[in-house]
């Protein structure tokens, strides 16, 4: 099966290979590690700089720094996933014969459209709640009522 490429420059796949690179990085139990020594180092070198203005601003302005970057990167790639688990669930939407079709790419629905779906699927969830619970009694009734073995 081949994928339709998606109209547009292909000038960003450096980003994109970049961010999810990166974001698998900084996840990482490594990366994690090298912060918490980067703050340690910081911390010890309190008392040899006076615990100045400028030993503070030093790591304010390098976590600001690296937090304000990593937000695009995550958003990058949260939003790349996001955008897969969404193809994936319209194939299979797609592939299901029962399944409605008009399912497939929701997400370009109004939030009127979206309210109306969820309460059909609410619907959908109380009377399959109700047919089990109609079933279990049924069952319960039909083992109450069966013939039992008298010593």
């Known amino acids: ?10 000038s960003f796949d450096w980003f994109r290979r970049f961010a ?14 090298a912060a918490i020594a980067v703050v340690v180092a910081w911390a010890v070198t309190g008392p040899i700089f006076g615990f100045s203005n ?4 030093i790591i304010n302005t390098g976590t600001t720094i690296m937090t304000f970057l990593m937000v695009f990167v995550i958003q990058n790639t949260q939003n790349r996933d996001s955008q897969v688990t969404q193809l994936k669930l319209d194939e299979l939407i797609r592939a299901i014969r029962p399944a409605r079709n008009e399912l497939v790419n929701m997400e370009g ?14 619907e959908l969830r109380r009377r399959a709640e ?3 619970l109609s ?12 013939p039992r073995a008298t010593e």
């Open 135 to 146: 079933r279990r009694r049924a069952n319960d009734k039909r083992i109450d009522d069966a």
């Open 20 to 33: 999810q690179r990166f974001a698998r990085s900084v996840g990482s139990p490594w990366a994690f590690a």
């Open 109 to 122: 629905l109004s939030d009127d459209e979206l309210l109306k779906l969820q309460r059909q699927f609410e």
């Open 130 to 132: 109700a047919h089990r």
């Open 54 to 57: 400028a030993w503070q601003l």
């Open 1 to 10: 099966m081949t994928v339709p490429s998606t109209p547009g420059p292909r």
